[in-house]
């Protein structure tokens, strides 16, 4: 683990959210809301898992917290730092993985992470002890002096993951990092995540595969057409549903949202 960026273990919550809404301009000019008025926290050492189907809002609210998109209304924290005020200052701490994410083609796997360790601030000593870190954990030593091009999708995806781990930040927002995998290399992924979590990181997981959520998130909020219809631990959601898996308590709030008055 590179010592050089420390994860606070005292601060809490590493992630807080209040009331952040995003609106796009629809093919007519009227508003589209994407998400509204999401509000949560992630304290370090907790994966919340954000679960919805596609086309519920999860990437644009996730793009948000990871100030990549500008909030229409509400404010996030990362790590103390409010995003809309100091966005480098919160980047910094984040570690962002989404599904179109891409490498550079031409670059050799060992070659993309020296770049992006560069990007990052790092010296290249401990550039070069990092990956070698990140090639042991996640099994990547047979394909590192491989171009990028070359690799498949389980590879890429092994490399991409490595580049957002590289600097150590301590939030990790992962946006459907198992979609089109295999189930061993899903499983080398998932088996990371939860070493992060032991190592105190603060973690998002947004996933559509119950299952994985169910292994993984310590809470879980279901998303549904732009909005966090609920929120808790696992176990307290079978209870309020009568269930005991995720994918019935995820149809029976849906069916309760389609209940309520206009």
Known sequence: MNQENPIDRDMAPMIRAEGLRKEFSGPKGEPVVAVKNATFSVSAGEIFGLLGPNGAGKTTLLRMLATIIQPTAGQCWIAGHPASQAPEQARRQVGFLSGNTKLYGRLKAREMLLYFGRLYGMRDDAIARRTEELAESLDMKPFMERR?????TGQTQKVSIARVLLHDPPVLILDEPTL?????????ILDFILDAKQRQHSIIFSTHYMTEAELLCDRVGLMYSGEIMAMDTKQRL?????????????????????ALPA
Do not use: K, P, W
């Open 180 to 188: 089109g995998l295999d189930i061993m290399t899903s499983t080398a």
């Open 238 to 258: 079978y209870e309020e549903t009568m269930t005991d898996n995720l994918h019935d308590v995820f149809l029976a709030f849906v069916h309760r949202q389609a």
């Open 148 to 152: 990028c091009d070359t690799l498949s």
